[in-house]
């Protein structure tokens, strides 16, 4: 009995083995599946109405790694402000993977609507708990008037090599940064693919991982890696590197030079990259109303070992926009560092009555014969004459913004999850801030927020606070957005946060 039951136990073993492996193997496959998401996107990001008419705008709908889910919409808005999509038709929309599909939003307006500029949120919400957003700045005007689209930039994104030019020689890599820079607000995951322009050069194998995601107002970058084998061709080349979010697409140019062997390697001669840098709100665009200030940095960075003093200039490309002084670059010569890079600010200043339109700033930055330059689009839109809530009471003076220094925070469910909020001074304020937080959409279950409640930056600077999600065990997997709300006196600021909650793993 006891020598069968030793033979029985081998058997066993080797069921259990194998059951675990096919139990494994499932769940390793199943985490290899891209999971599918989606963006939503509207044509227009201002609309005036007047009191008690309607408004309409486009909303896009765009597939992401494979999503073919039927999307919900609603919206949030204040009191007397309601929506209808697709011509009064169903509020779902659905969706084919790697496809944009499109509906319309209808805004609709009681006639006791109050006169003034207020956030319209439209929502879109997924069968599997994805939520996105989609904001609306909705000026409303006195009954009678015109309906008006506002001059306005959709939100976008630039591209952008760091360092822009790659040298290859045999049984090497090296890599460049592809930076993607948020401009008015833009929020969503790119799919990166890489091209080569022309013929392409033999020996070269390209590493891009993709997707990257591009928060609000921030930027995001992927790491593109090119290896040489032992005989590649020579010569220069250009790859095409191209990011798309469905709806929009942009691409950048990396030029690859390839040398053949380390004996007859020209010298490379030492040069720098320049790119410009919004210091807030966006990377990449000035925007200006009248008798507002905005700046930005010039960030010139070493390549193949530059490092030398640099002179900086400006000048604008094409027609000047009226009523609006540009400081120069302060300091107007600043020295590149051999491995790393330097910064030099400019600041923007409209006046009351400046020239409204699209303009374009070149920065020249000059070494003797080595010269490169950088272009930041200027946009001059809004009037606080007619952007402003109808009211005797002057528009204040001072301000602060708000932003998250995390965008998306993530964790499984029964652990801590956070990150901070910052909120910046603008002008001369420095006033105690307070917080509140609470949930757009369906509110996480048993989920405590824990955030101070008062910060106060100093004049000209910028304060932080940490923000905290504890779950437990018993929250479901999903993504939440928790909006959290800055009030000082009567100046109030939202910005959302992402809470990512992913099922724990089998182990």
Partial sequence: MFKSERRQLPSILVIVFLATLTFLSLHVVAAQVATGDFSIALSKTNIAIPQGSSGTVNLYVASLNGFSQTVSLSYSGPSGVAATFNGNGPSQIATAAGVTSASTVTIILDDTV?????????IGSSPTGLTHRAALSVTVTPAGTAPTILSSPLPDFLSQPSPATITLTPDLSKSTSIVYSSVNGFSSTLTLSAAWTGVAPNGISVSLPSPVTVPAGGSAS??????ADGSPSTGTYTLVVTGTNGVIS????????????????????????????????????????PDTSQSANIVLTSVDGFSSSVTLSIGWNGAAPNDLSVTPPSPTTVTVP???????????TAGSAPSFGSYTLLVTATNGVTSHSTEIPVIVSGSPAVLAPVSPVAAPTIDFSLHPSTDTVSTIPG???????????????????????????????????????????????????PISFT?????????????????????????????????????
């Fill in 415 to 465: 652990l801590s999850a956070g990150t901070s909020v910052i909120v910046i001074s603008q002008g001369s304020f420095s006033a105690p801030v307070t917080f509140s937080v609470s949930w757009v959409g369906n509110a996480p279950v048993d989920v405590g927020v824990n955030i101070p409640q008062t910060v106060t930056p100093p004049t000209g600077g910028e304060a932080s606070s």
């Fill in 250 to 289: 942009h691409s950048s140019d990396v030029v690859v030079s390839i040398y053949g062997t380390l004996s007859v390697l020209a010298p490379v001669a030492p040069d720098f990259s320049i790119t410009s840098a919004i210091i807030q709100p966006s990377p990449a665009t000035i925007t200006l109303a």
């Fill in 114 to 122: 109050s006169t003034g500029t207020f956030p319209f949120i439209i």
């Fill in 222 to 227: 992927s790491t593109l890696t090119l290896t």
């Fill in 338 to 348: 051999g491995s790393g890079s330097v910064s030099s600010a400019l600041t923007f």
């Fill in 471 to 507: 779950t437990s065990a018993l929250t479901p997997s999903g993504v939440y957005i928790a909006q959290v709300t800055a009030t000082s006196g009567s100046i109030s600021h939202s910005t959302d946060v992402t809470l990512q909650l992913n099922s724990p793993s089998p182990f």
